[in-house]
């Protein structure tokens, strides 16, 4: 997982993980947590994930934390956190991504990184991929892939450690 180098890499202490699914990606992460003493904190609002969370919660006790709730509420309420690594992947509608690139944002740590998994369903066409630009134009887009292994594409941006900078004139 391409995560986990990053996390090893900026010797991450904060990660966010919105949308939790099967775990797997939680796992993967808290294992490469367990490199740098970090911690994974996790948005979910599927309460059929519970057992899951549960899973986790016992495994890795002092390292993970799950958040119930709809990430455009829970993730705000956290402003005294800066994460240095937040993975987008919650609902894939686009009006969805859009707000949670923005609140991941506003949480992210200068020079911080976020992955946006899903970027190039299907069934939006362009939209998704629209959005990743819009939102992102002013920052650094390390990586886009239209096609991530069993996912469809994988956004990996960095936050300018200027933040917020103004915005870039689009004239040559």
């Known amino acids: ?42 948005f979910e609002i599927d309460p059929r994930r519970k057992p899951v969370a549960d899973i986790l919660t016992r495994r890795f006790p002092d390292t993970f934390e799950v958040v119930w709730g709809d990430s455009g509420q829970t993730v705000a309420a956290f402003p005294e956190e800066a994460p240095d690594i937040i993975f987008v992947d919650g609902a894939h509608y686009p009006e969805v991504l859009r707000r949670d690139i923005k609140i991941s944002l506003a949480r992210l740590k200068p020079d911080g990184i976020m992955f946006i998994d899903v970027v190039d369903y299907p069934s939006f066409g362009d939209s998704l991929r629209q959005i990743i630009f819009e939102e992102l134009s ?5 990586w886009f892939n239209r096609e991530s292994g069993h996912a469809p594409g994988l ?18």
């Open 1 to 42: 997982m391409i995560m986990a180098s990053f996390i090893y890499l900026t010797k991450a202490q904060l990660v966010y993980e919105i949308g939790m699914n099967a775990g797997s990606a939680s796992v993967r992460i808290l294992n490469a947590l367990k490199h740098t003493g970090g911690r994974l904190k996790t």
């Open 138 to 142: 002013d920052y650094n887009i390390l």
């Open 155 to 172: 956004a990996i941006v960095q936050k300018p450690s200027g933040w917020p900078q103004e915005k870039r004139s689009n004239a040559a």
